[in-house]
């Protein structure tokens, strides 16, 4: 059974700095794009960033751009997301996903296959 587990949440101020880690299990790791959404209380879910399956290619969320950096560790089959210069917008659960399409720029966010189940993230003023 496919389990991505996040962790690396919790309570920083504004300004602060998280890193964010999913790992995978019972998946081949490499084979998938992997990103990273996140759902504010009352808001719809949105995708923040995504990685290609070798780490090469990226997307951020202009609302993170400049501010978080996304990264993948194959041999650890790890996702991790550096999160830094944080806000109080910033305040979310940060789900982790797997998908599968031939290109960065080809995978729907409502595609992803397999999802963790959340960390919580909150930036306090």
């Known amino acids: 059974q496919v389990q991505l587990v996040e962790s690396g949440g919790g309570l920083v101020q504004a300004g602060g700095s998280l890193r964010l880690s999913c790992t995978a299990s019972?998946?081949?790791?490499?084979?998938?794009?992997m990103g990273w959404f996140r759902q504010a209380p009352g808001k719809e879910r949105e995708e923040v960033s995504r990685?290609?399956?070798?780490?090469?290619?990226?997307y951020y969320a202009d609302s993170v751009k400049g501010r978080f950096t996304i990264s993948r560790d194959n041999a650890k089959n790890t996702l991790y997301l550096q999160m830094n210069s944080l806000k109080p917008e910033d305040t979310a659960i940060y789900y982790c996903?797997?998908?599968?399409?031939?290109?960065?720029?080809?995978?729907?966010?409502?595609?992803?296959?397999?999802w963790g189940q959340g960390t919580q993230v909150t930036v306090s003023p």
């Open positions: 996903a797997a998908g599968k399409a031939w290109s960065l720029s080809a995978l729907p966010p409502s595609q992803y296959l397999n």
């Open positions: 019972a998946l081949r790791f490499d084979a998938y794009i």
């Open positions: 990685i290609s399956t070798r780490g090469v290619g990226t």
